[in-house]
């Protein structure tokens, strides 16, 4: 019962919350100690699924180090695979804000369209139009996707009256069909595998499109996306808006071991001349993101 408690706390998004409450009170440290120890001498089936993925992929492990484009990234990378596989929280890289739009990698123009894949509340649209602008740049089109009912309504409510924005309730994967979908009205909502064999609260039908069928995102500059889990499936259906406009990419790495490997592969194939980076941005092993840029 503890291991799976443990392993729920391990891979829960919220996780980063718990610890930055722990934080304020200078608790978080002894917190990390505490579970480490306890990892160390209990490891769970999570956490030995991740040695056993990232050990059996020594060869991609290396080619990654090597396509990383600075010494930060690096390092960032393969110390969250180790927290990944060993719940060692004292090897964390740190973190750093804003997430998304890292300043000494993000370099804006005048006429930014920006696809926002998995937009929840509309925040992360509302701060890339000020950081443009505050910038020097400025933006032609924002087109944010966001799957669920709930997450929809407070998206569609907090962007009203912001000029030149398209808003699809619909989420984004390598072509167009109907999924099954946890629909928490949070950040977490996720599509659900068919074969996961969980029993899924809230569960709903959504509608998904491939990006490249999208006639608002034929002319991106910078797509984001965070999309819990469906990462890999979105890239392969933007991939020849990604080929043909080398568009700046904030991708998210951390929803499974296999994206913390296959997104940065897949990205790199893509367009081998983007300069890849991976920055982190939690106090949990949550967060991660590639970034890409031409």
Same mark, same amino acid.
């Given at each position: 019962?503890?291991?799976?408690?443990?392993? =729920?706390?391990?891979?829960?998004?919220?996780?980063?919350?718990?610890?930055?409450?722990?934080?304020?009170?200078?608790?978080?440290?002894?917190?990390?100690?505490?579970?480490?120890?306890?990892?160390?001498?209990?490891?769970?089936?999570?956490?030995?699924?991740?040695?056993?993925?990232?050990?059996?992929?020594?060869?991609?492990?290396?080619?990654?180090?090597? +396509?990383?484009?600075?010494?930060?990234?690096?390092?960032?990378?393969?110390?969250?695979?180790?927290?990944?596989? $060993?719940?060692? =929280?004292?090897?964390?890289?740190? =973190?750093?804000?804003?997430?998304?739009?890292?300043?000494?990698?993000?370099?804006?123009?005048?006429?930014?369209?920006?696809?926002?894949?998995?937009?929840?509340?509309?925040?992360?649209?509302?701060?890339?139009?000020?950081?443009?602008?505050?910038?020097?740049?400025?933006?032609?089109?924002?087109?944010?996707?966001?799957?669920?009912?709930?997450?929809?309504?407070?998206?569609?409510?907090?962007?009203?009256? @912001?000029?030149?924005?398209?808003?699809?309730?619909?989420?984004?994967?390598?072509?167009?069909?109907?999924?099954?979908?946890?629909?928490?009205?949070?950040?977490?909502?996720?599509?659900?595998?068919?074969?996961?064999?969980?029993?899924?609260?809230?569960?709903?039908?959504?509608? @998904?499109?491939?990006?490249?069928?999208?006639?608002?995102?034929?002319?991106? $500059?910078?797509?984001?996306?965070?999309?819990?889990?469906?990462?890999?499936?979105?890239?392969?259906?933007?991939?020849?808006?990604?080929?043909?406009?080398?568009?700046?990419?904030?991708?998210? +790495?951390?929803?499974?071991?296999?994206?913390?490997?296959?997104?940065?592969?897949? @990205?790199?194939?893509l367009v081998p001349e983007y300069k890849? =980076?991976?920055?982190?941005?939690?106090?949990?092993? $949550?967060?991660?993101?590639?970034?890409?840029?031409?």
């Open positions: 019962m503890i291991s799976k408690i443990l392993d =729920y706390i391990r891979a829960n998004k919220f996780a980063n919350w718990i610890l930055s409450l722990l934080s304020r009170v200078g608790l978080d440290k002894a917190c990390f100690v505490v579970l480490y120890k306890y990892y160390e001498k209990h490891p769970t089936e999570t956490m030995r699924q991740s040695v056993q993925y990232f050990d059996s992929h020594k060869k991609d492990l290396k080619m990654i180090r090597n +396509l990383l484009a600075d010494e930060k990234s690096k390092q960032i990378w393969m110390r969250l695979i180790k927290i990944r596989k $060993t719940m060692n =929280y004292r090897v964390h890289p740190g =973190y750093e804000m804003p997430q998304y739009f890292v300043k000494d990698i993000i370099k804006f123009g005048r006429h930014e369209v920006f696809v926002d894949g998995g937009g929840y509340d509309g925040m992360t649209s509302l701060e890339f139009i000020q950081r443009a602008k505050s910038s020097g740049g400025g933006y032609h089109r924002v087109v944010v996707f966001e799957p669920d009912e709930s997450n929809f309504k407070i998206l569609k409510k907090n962007m009203s009256g @912001v000029a030149d924005v398209h808003l699809f309730k619909k989420g984004l994967w390598n072509k167009k069909t109907s999924l099954s979908f946890c629909s928490d009205g949070t950040m977490g909502s996720r599509v659900i595998e068919a074969d996961s064999g969980h029993t899924v609260k809230n569960q709903s039908i959504i509608h @998904v499109v491939a990006m490249d069928d999208i006639p608002e995102c034929q002319d991106a $500059t910078f797509i984001k996306m965070d999309l819990e889990g469906s990462e890999m499936m979105a890239l392969e259906g933007a991939k020849n808006i990604i080929q043909r406009n080398k568009p700046k990419l904030a991708i998210c +790495l951390y929803h499974s071991d296999q994206d913390m490997i296959e997104i940065i592969k897949y @990205v790199h194939q890849l =980076y991976v920055r982190h941005h939690s106090k949990s092993y $949550t967060e991660t993101v590639l970034y890409a840029v031409y």
